[in-house]
């Protein structure tokens, strides 16, 4: 079963500093289905996502997603640490290269970037509950598996 390092071994203030961390590609493709992994050439850049047990949801970066033209389908309330906001919801695919697996479905627009965050996207509960995670705060190492 895959598994993918998504910490930072040996570096326990790193880890806690900056999260678990994923590469993930973002696109929009209908011709990817849930699971399915993309096809090598529509890799066209990668970006790095939170793994983030404290969001239900996934995100992805509001400007990302509007450089992206990933389609807004709707708005949604959300609240976060700064309280509630309204934000755009956008239909999206992340794709995780190390697991080989498609995360297709619609994601809350985050200003992460604009507010100083290193993340393009963030990976929720919603993309969680179908994975082990494991995370050291002790020696930094972290891992998302499949099995």
Avoid: K
Avoid at 97 to 103: A, G, R
């Amino acid at each position: 079963m895959p598994t993918t390092d998504c910490g930072f071994a040996g570096q326990p203030y790193f880890l806690m500093r900056r999260g678990p961390t994923l590469s993930v590609a973002i696109s929009l493709d209908s011709e990817v289905a849930v699971g399915i992994p993309f096809r090598g050439e529509a890799v066209q850049e990668l970006w790095t996502a939170l793994v983030d047990t404290g969001s239900e949801t996934s995100c992805v970066d509001s400007q990302l997603a509007m450089t992206l033209r990933l389609p807004v389908v709707g708005q949604r309330t959300v609240s976060g640490v700064h309280g509630e906001g309204l934000v755009n919801m956008h239909l999206a695919q992340i794709f995780v290269p190390e697991l080989d697996v498609v995360f297709s479905g619609v994601f809350v627009g985050t200003y992460l970037n604009a507010g100083g965050q290193p993340h393009s996207a963030i990976i929720g509960r919603d993309f969680l509950r179908y994975f082990h995670l494991s995370y050291d705060g002790r020696t930094g190492a972290a891992t998302l598996s499949n099995d």
